[in-house]
């Protein structure tokens, strides 16, 4: 079989953002037959014990992480420790955040990831590329990034099922070419399985203090964002 390893999974302790439990998500991975799980909540480590427990208990291989979300014209990154002091650095990236913001808050800055990027291994996640303004400003930002996290970048490839995945594979395939930084793919996955999409839906609304109905495009406008096989 085929193997793949999915990354940038969230759980539901990305607040408001995930959709499915932990025992969830591994027991969904076994059964298509994924190699393991490589967790990035939004800028929090909370989910890490109960994943990393049920993956154990079955099995199955798990990495660490978190989903850095920047308060500067930093791109979003997966962060994923190498080592024990990999896992320290993201730590303390994460507290910087948390004791300069409210509780339950998370307040990141360029100058923190710096601070804190020896022994983790990043991978940026591209926004909407919907112009060619957005690929140029999306890859100046990387190429400022790239001499300090030297070869510990890459640059994800996820599919948004909205017509226009060939052009932006396109965009950041020459991205990653100028810049020298290879390509990982990943599903980018909010829940375990299609059928929870209508939960996914009830936490944006939530989220954005709105009904289903006044919702709208904020809404997926597919059940696409879920574990996939390695096929």
Known sequence: ??????????SN???LDGASHAEELVERALFLGLSGLGLADRNTVAGVVRLHAAAKLNGLEFRPG???IFD???PELLAYPLN???WGNLCRLLSEGNLRSKKGVCT?????????????LFIAMPPPLSSHADVETFENRLASLRPRLTDRLYLALVPRHDGADQRNFAELSGISKRLGLPLIATNDALYHAPDRKPVADVVV?????????EAGLRLHAH?????????
């Open 72 to 74: 500067d014209e930093t």
């Open 84 to 86: 024990r002091k990999g």
């Open 108 to 120: 990141l800055w360029e100058k923190d990831l710096l601070a804190w990027c020896e022994d983790l």
């Open 66 to 68: 978190a989903r850095l």
């Open 1 to 10: 079989m085929q193997r793949f390893y999915e990354i940038g999974l969230r």
């Open 13 to 15: 302790f990305s607040f």
């Open 223 to 231: 059940a696409e964002r879920h574990l996939k096989s390695p096929e």
């Open 205 to 213: 609304a939530i989220r954005e203090h709105v009904t289903i109905a």
